[in-house]
């Protein structure tokens, strides 16, 4: 006797609701306990209401060993589906620790493949929200070939569509190589861990003692390890630099970033920029007081704040135009470029690159930081990396230089050599190889050397070498910087940059790719 369709739709609101409640009840209550959304609440708070679709909710295991058969793990331990995240469309997928700790499986990891697929095809950011205990061990080779699934597909649409990755629990062993192969890692303190062998095994390897926040804590990859992007305090708090950091990406690599130039721009001086320099080419200022006039109100979104600060990236809009920022940061290290900045620049610019936002540079950078350290640490190539990033980067690029600009960092924060569409100067830069009075103790040794007066004589001839060789002048005159513009003007030079340029295409000879120094 055929069973009745409403006995069938009963059974399947039954189910459904049973597969909703995850790991149950008192799971939910342990996780609530330690201080964690379960992973249908972390989606609630990232798509828009009503608006989250959910994919193969009915995915099962198929394990017969170590007793699996007779668990029931629902929607496999991860919840994968599309939505709207400010009414544009975004595929996401969180791991459920209730449900065997989030542990991942081949059905699990085939879930999360078939939602890259999915974003590929249809041109849509993906964010991924990682709270697991690691590979299901019971799986064994199943569950080590599924992660190799996720970073084929996490490599296949890299550049394509923007990846973020909320790591809102545990994420361990080759589980967290998929939020580094992403764009961006949000992570939160107290809540977040992530390292490749945790403390139990590198005790027994090496017999080192650690705690887990010690070695993979949110606070330990915001500031040491940079892998964190932006370090919140709480999940409600990640979720909306989330939704920040969203917004300034476009949905694919053949879209516009989300530009909004108002009706009318503002155009209007900033004052208090021309008096900004301070005295001396070494005397510290915050360079975020030179972003926080030229940008629009409220809209720099720094990104990587506590790793290598004495270089300064994020998003921001300028005059509703959604840019990329690098700027050096004179307040820390005198703004040095070291191995970890130009790393972390590097990266932020090939992103941009990828999604056709336009960069700008704010440069006062007084030189690689020389040492037996830095030499030894690799700082040929780490500043190899973004020499060539912004070489082969093709968007608008439009540097200021504000103060000093001296040898190779100069070129490596986007000279008109480098391939940068718009140079300016400030009255107050200087441009040389070397820092003047270093400059003038080798060329002028043995003047020095045979003058009554050596510290005075330095003095003399360290005047006359800026005057003669440093000042901006010197620079436009030969076509190097393009302008030397008041301070004040800088918003409104930029601004008429990105309007000339938001449209610029620029050809390459053909190859498959460049071979980035590593």
Known sequence: MPIPADEKIKRLIDYRAHVMEGGGEERIREQHARGKLTARERLALLFDPGTFEELNLFAQHRVTDFGLEHRDFPADGVITGYGRVGGRQLYAYAQDFTVAGGAAGEMHEKKIAILLDLAS??????????????????????SLSGYGEIFYRNTLISGVVP?????????????????????????????????VTGPENIKAVTGEDVTAEDLGGAEVHARRSGVCHLLAG???????????????????????????????????????????????????????????????????????????????IGFARINGYCVGLTANQPAINRGFLDGDAACKATRFVRFCNCFDIPIINLVDVPGFVPGIKE?????????????????????????????????????AMGSRAMGSDRVMAWPTAEISVLDAEAAVKILYRDEIKKSADPKG?????????????????????????DDIIQPASTRKHITLALEAFIDKEESRPFKKHGNLPL
Request: charged share 20%.
């Open 163 to 195: 990846q973020v990755a909320v790591i809102a629990g545990p994420c361990a062993g080759g589980a967290a190589y998929s939020p580094a192969i992403m764009d961006f890692v949000v992570m939160i303190k107290g809540i977040s861990r992530m390292f």
């Open 375 to 411: 030499e030894h640490g690799g700082i040929l190539r780490h500043g190899a990396k973004l020499l060539f990033s912004l070489s082969a980067a093709t968007v608008p690029k439009i540097t200021v230089i504000l103060r000093k600009a001296y040898g190779g960092t100069f070129l």
């Open 234 to 312: 709480d999940e409600k708090e990640a979720f909306e630099m989330l939704k920040k950091l969203l917004g300034y990406l476009p949905s694919h690599n053949r879209e516009k970033p989300p530009h909004a130039p108002p009706p009318v721009p503002d155009l209007e001086p900033r004052p208090v920029l021309n008096g900004i320099i301070p005295e001396g080419v070494y005397t510290p200022f915050d360079m975020k007081e030179v972003i926080g006039q030229i940008v629009d109100e409220g809209s720099f979104l720094e990104l990587q704040e506590y790793y290598a600060p004495n270089v300064i």
């Open 121 to 142: 095809k249809s041109k849509a950011p993906v964010v991924g929200i990682h709270d697991s205990g690691g590979a299901r061990i019971q799986e064994g080779a199943l």
């Open 457 to 481: 004589e330095i003095e003399r001839l360290t005047k006359e070498y800026r005057l003669a060789i440093c000042n901006p002048y010197n620079a436009a005159a030969n076509l190097v910087v």
